[in-house]
Every structure is written in C-alpha cells, then in structure tokens.
Nanobody, 119 residues
Framework: QVQLVESGGGLVQAGGSLRLSCAASGRTDSTYIMGWFRQAPGKEREFVASITGSDGYTDYAESVKGRFTISSNNAKNTVYLQMNLLKSEDTAVYYC????????????WGQGTQVTVSS
C-alpha cells in the first residue's frame, strides 16, 4: 500500500501563487507515475499534471500549461505542484495520486487539499 498526504492548500488572491506538496509513504517506488487532479464543486474530477518517476517526463492539462509546474524529490518521496498566476477557476480540492505504470489506473489517492482563489 501507498499512503499519500497533500499539504499546502489555502486561500490566495487571483494572480498569486501556491505550492502543493504530496508526501508518499509505504510501498513507494521512485518509478511510479505521480499525478495531481482537482475537483471543483459540482464538477467532475479532472487531470492537472503528472510526472513519471523513471525519466521525469511531465504532462499538463491545457488549462494549466505555462502556469503550473510539477516536480519531485525522490529522496524525500515528495511531489510538488507549483501554481502561479492563479485564477478563480483554479479553485478546487486538489488530489495527489499514484499509479504503477501508464497501463494501470491511479490506484492510490490522497485525501485532498483545498485551494481557493479569490477574484
């Protein structure tokens, strides 16, 4: 089992920045693919960004490209999401997730952290 704990959410004004962290523990593996997702009230959960542990490949949703950056520190088993130029539409609960390969689904999820962007 893998346990994921997010932190770093909060209230920020539009145009501001936040950095989310996701600490992994348990049967972690540096080759796992780590992702960030978000869910706004009344909306479906959506993909935000991912990073592949084995080669550092990153992927982003179009809506956050150029504003958000995903990174990882394998020594600390932690993944980060740096969010800049935040907009009110970025308001959501942000979840960290992990999957073993690109052929498997995200099997492990954190409890989520709230990000609220005021306009």
């Amino acid at each position: 089992q893998v346990q994921l704990v997010e932190s770093g959410g909060g209230l920020v004004q539009a145009g501001g920045s936040l950095r989310l962290s996701c600490a992994a523990s348990g049967r972690t593996d540096s080759t796992y693919i780590m992702g960030w997702f978000r869910q706004a009230p009344g909306k479906e959960r959506e993909f935000v960004a991912s990073i592949t542990g084995s080669d550092g490949y990153t992927d982003y949703a179009e809506s956050v490209k150029g504003r958000f950056t995903i990174s990882s520190n394998n020594a600390k088993n932690t993944v980060y999401l740096q969010m800049n130029l935040l907009k009110s539409e970025d308001t959501a609960v942000y979840y960290c997730a992990a999957r073993v390969t690109i052929y498997t689904g995200y099997a492990y999820w954190g409890q989520g952290t709230q990000v609220t962007v005021s306009s």
